[in-house]
């Protein structure tokens, strides 16, 4: 079955960096284009980041262009995110995110970001 696993989450201070990952099985990964979302408390989950299936193309939210970078390994079938320059606006839970025949999340990881 599709799973999606997201790790690397944590507390941060502001300024500071982390890495999150999302293990993905149960389809053929290098085929798909993934995601990254957030959902901050009482907000809405947005979408943060997206990488084509190749690694060849990506977007970003304007909130995050420039501090995020996703990235992706086809051969470890894992999706990254690169996180710089943390705010505490940035602090969410993170979700990453693949439309096969139907749409998949992972369970999430938290970060927060604070002092």
């Known amino acids: 079955q599709v799973q999606l696993v997201e790790s690397g989450g944590g507390l941060v201070q502001p300024g500071g960096s982390l890495r999150l990952s999302c293990a993905a099985s149960?389809?053929?990964?290098?085929?798909?284009?993934m995601k990254w979302y957030r959902q901050a408390p009482g907000k809405e989950r947005e979408l943060v980041a997206t990488?084509?299936?190749?690694?060849?193309?990506?977007n970003y939210a304007a909130s995050v262009k420039g501090r995020f970078t996703i990235s992706r390994d086809n051969g470890k079938n894992t999706v990254y995110l690169q996180m710089n320059s943390l705010q505490p606006e940035d602090a969410a839970v993170y979700f990453c995110?693949?439309?096969?025949?139907?749409?998949?999340w992972g369970q999430g990881t938290q970060v927060t970001v604070s002092s």
């Open positions: 995110n693949v439309l096969l025949w139907s749409v998949y």
């Open positions: 149960g389809f053929t990964f290098s085929s798909y284009t």
């Open positions: 990488i084509n299936n190749l690694g060849s193309s990506t």
